[in-house]
């Protein structure tokens, strides 16, 4: 009997201890998704209450909608050079920290900055660096004979300029993802690849760190992919989507819709495509990647 009691005591303090993490969950996670869900199927406009269910219409003007599209090729050409960049930026920078004796933590540090720095303050500076004519990058082509082109106001290099920014700012955090991995590999391993004739530092890499490195790159693979796609911040201080949308992406669109145009049910829906190709995105890296993983 008093078993019985004890289990059941056991269970109740369980469900007592688990229940603020499952109301969190449930409010902040699990209620706001269902509702993005099913505004996305109405019309609903900010002061026009209530919503009317109109299925698949909010979908349908999205894909005639030239503005989404030119954002979704934004949004997808950003990720293209953000995230494959700033992992093998961010691997190298963790080898070439982990190759010398000393200095490592004021290395660590420098390149972690970026990571924990305010984003205002970071677009600020910027701003002032690729500024047509006072700023120091078009100062230094000037003074090689070139004539630097406005980085922030051309189209032809608005969206280059903020993937050279996103890459300055994701490179750090992923060197230290990777230098989190490397220290996982024993130094016994590598010494045993010199013994059997794997001298050169790039037969070690080639035959022992990267492969042992397999579960550290897919998960640096999945959270760059997420990082870059949901760029924001630079885009909303920076540029505000121009010129003539040519930097404009999804989270900003959506951003718009919804606080600008309040059409919350146009934005929410553009908010499940969102999450769709997020998901997508890591269900593909995930299968594709994990066969590739050598968990040793």
Same mark, same amino acid.
């Given at each position: 009997?008093?078993?019985?009691?004890?289990?059941?005591?056991?269970?109740? #303090?369980?469900?007592?201890?688990?229940?603020?993490?499952?109301?969190?969950?449930?409010?902040?996670?699990?209620?706001?998704?269902?509702?993005?869900?099913?505004?996305?199927?109405?019309?609903?406009?900010?002061?026009?209450?209530?919503?009317?269910? /109109?299925?698949?219409?909010?979908?349908?003007?999205?894909?005639?909608?030239?503005?989404?599209?030119?954002?979704?090729?934004?949004?997808? $050409?950003?990720?293209?050079? !953000?995230?494959?960049?700033?992992?093998?930026?961010?691997?190298?920078?963790?080898?070439?920290?982990?190759? !010398?004796?000393?200095?490592?933590?004021?290395?660590?540090?420098?390149?972690?900055?970026?990571?924990?720095?305010?984003? $205002?303050?970071? #677009? #600020?500076?910027?701003?002032?660096?690729?500024?047509?004519?006072?700023?120091?990058?078009?100062?230094?082509?000037?003074?090689?004979?070139?004539?630097?082109?406005?980085?922030?106001?051309?189209?032809?290099?608005?969206?280059?300029?903020?993937?050279?920014?996103?890459?300055?700012?994701? $490179?750090?955090?992923?060197?230290?993802?990777?230098?989190?991995?490397?220290?996982?590999?024993?130094?016994?391993?590598?010494?045993?690849?010199?013994?059997?004739?794997?001298?050169?530092?790039?037969?070690?890499?080639?035959? !022992?760190?990267?492969?042992?490195?397999?579960?550290?790159?897919?998960?640096?693979?999945?959270?760059?992919? /997420?990082?870059?796609?949901?760029?924001?911040?630079?885009?909303?201080?920076?540029?505000?989507?121009?010129?003539?949308?040519?930097?404009? !992406?999804?989270?900003?669109?959506?951003?718009?819709?919804?606080?600008?145009?309040?059409?919350?049910?146009?934005?929410?829906?553009?908010?499940?495509?969102?999450?769709?190709?997020?998901?997508?995105?890591?269900? $593909?890296?995930?299968?594709?990647?994990?066969?590739?993983?050598?968990?040793?």
């Amino acid at each position: 009997m008093r078993d019985a009691q004890g289990r059941r005591g056991e269970a109740l #303090a369980a469900w007592l201890l688990t229940l603020p993490a499952g109301l969190a969950f449930l409010l902040l996670l699990l209620a706001p998704t269902l509702a993005a869900i099913a505004l996305a199927f109405s019309d609903y406009e900010l002061g026009n209450w209530p919503p009317h269910w /109109i299925g698949f219409d909010n979908f349908r003007e999205m894909w005639t909608d030239r503005g989404f599209r030119i954002s979704l090729v934004n949004t997808l $050409v950003y990720v293209a050079i !953000v995230a494959p960049v700033s992992v093998a930026g961010g691997l190298a920078l963790a080898l070439l920290i982990e190759s !010398v004796t000393t200095g490592r933590t004021l290395f660590r540090a420098i390149f972690f900055l970026p990571v924990v720095s305010l984003t $205002v303050a970071m #677009a #600020a500076s910027w701003q002032y660096l690729l500024h047509p004519t006072i700023g120091p990058v078009n100062a230094m082509l000037r003074g090689l004979g070139i004539a630097g082109p406005a980085w922030l106001s051309s189209s032809d290099t608005v969206l280059l300029s903020l993937a050279a920014i996103g890459i300055w700012e994701s $490179v750090g955090f992923n060197m230290v993802l990777f230098m989190a991995g490397l220290t996982a590999i024993p130094r016994e391993l590598r010494e045993a690849a010199s013994v059997d004739g794997a001298t050169a530092a790039w037969d070690r890499f080639r035959l !022992v760190t990267w492969p042992l490195l397999g579960p550290t790159t897919l998960f640096v693979v999945v959270i760059s992919l /997420i990082r870059s796609v949901r760029v924001f911040d630079t885009v909303a201080v920076l540029t505000r989507g121009g010129p003539n949308k040519a930097s404009e !992406v999804l989270l900003y669109t959506m951003y718009t819709e919804g606080f600008t145009f309040l059409r919350l049910g146009y934005s929410a829906a553009i908010t499940l495509v969102f999450l769709v190709i997020v998901l997508g995105l890591m269900l $593909v890296q995930t299968r594709l990647l994990d066969r590739r993983v050598h968990y040793g």
